[in-house]
Nanobody, 125 residues
Framework: QVQLVESGGGSVQAGGSLRLSCAAS????????MGWFRQAAGKEREGVAA???????RYADSVKGRFTISKDNAKNTLYLQMNSLKPEDTAMYYC???????????????????WGQGTQVAVSS
């Protein structure tokens, strides 16, 4: 059974940091790639960061240099370390798993079949 459970969201002031976690079932974790998406109120869901089966990573331009995606294989857990947070980072953050390589999935939400329930991040100025 595919399960993705996010945690670690919260409220923080601009410039602060948060680390999101996504606990994945073994089946999900063994899928080709995993990623983080976010959706702000009134906006479309957008890709933030992804990590492929070979460990290669990709980031949205808006978070490069501030966010880091990583995996702990022993714990079947995906992380998103978010530093230097900005008010525009406020959104619901979702963990997702894909069955293909990242170059085919890109950050197109409809191509990622598995999703967590989301965790809210609020950044105040």
């Amino acid at each position: 059974q595919v399960q993705l459970v996010e945690s670690g969201g919260g409220s923080v002031q601009a410039g602060g940091s948060l680390r999101l976690s996504c606990a994945a079932s073994e089946y999900t974790y063994s899928s080709s790639c995993m990623g983080w998406f976010r959706q702000a109120a009134g906006k479309e869901r957008e890709g933030v960061a992804a990590i492929d089966s070979d460990g290669s990573t990709r980031y949205a331009d808006s978070v490069k240099g501030r966010f880091t995606i990583s995996k702990d294989n022993a714990k079947n857990t995906l992380y998103l370390q978010m530093n230097s947070l900005k008010p525009e980072d406020t959104a619901m953050y979702y963990c997702a798993a894909g069955l293909n390589r990242l170059y085919t999935l890109n950050f197109v939400p409809t191509l990622w079949p598995y999703w967590g329930q989301g965790t809210q991040v609020a950044v105040s100025s």
